[in-house]
């Protein structure tokens, strides 16, 4: 039997270890999609990993707002800081660009301060909503034949940024068993061979 333990969050990269590790010991045959698999993390022998950050990073909307919040603000501020020091070279100009410089040099710092700010407010607030069902979107354009190419009985959300996807591919394909974690204290109920009496 085949199982598809989905961790698309970053937060926590090994929360789905242990369901993995049990669903092999027990026979499954199990592929972990996780969105980013941090070097030196310990995945359980005989499990195959799926790496899908990439598909995030390479998307308009996470390209978009690194460019307009962190990239294009700090840019300007270090041409600006470029320009006032190229200035203070000219003669007659000294003394005013050492005046604006420590200005700009503070203007500089703010920039970075609010830049960081912004940034972790979008993340921690419409990004953190958004996320689950934008992951859904890119996964089903790029890479959905290659996670479903397993034919899986069970997918397994191990974190909440999984649960769009996972409730997708259960509307797509009503025969596979999708849950929230794994029950280790029963048999999971999908398709176990009973024993037949003669």
Not at 1 to 26: H, K, Y
């Amino acid at each position: 039997m085949n199982a598809l333990v989905l961790q698309l969050g970053g937060l926590r990269p090994g929360v789905a270890f242990p369901d993995v590790e049990w669903l092999a010991i027990n026979g499954w045959t199990v592929t972990l999609v996780v969105s980013l698999l941090p070097d030196g993390a310990q995945v359980p022998a005989g499990v195959e990993v799926v790496e899908v950050g990439d598909l995030e990073q390479v998307a308009a909307l996470w390209r978009a707002e690194r460019f307009f919040v962190l990239a294009a603000p700090s840019g300007a501020m270090r041409k600006l800081r470029s320009t006032v020091t190229k200035l203070g070279g000219i003669r007659g100009l000294g003394r005013p660009a050492r005046k604006i410089a420590g200005v700009v040099i503070a203007l500089h710092a703010f920039q970075y301060r609010a830049s960081r700010g912004l940034h972790h407010r979008w993340m921690a607030g419409p990004y953190r909503v958004l996320r689950p069902l934008w992951l859904w979107r890119l996964l089903r354009r790029s890479a959905l034949e290659e996670l479903l190419r397993c034919n899986p009985d069970l997918v397994v959300c191990a974190d909440r940024d999984a649960v769009s996807t996972a409730w997708h591919i259960a509307r797509r394909y009503p025969n596979v068993e999708v849950t929230y974690g794994v029950n280790r204290v029963r048999p999971i109920g999908v398709s176990v061979p009973q024993p037949v009496s003669a």
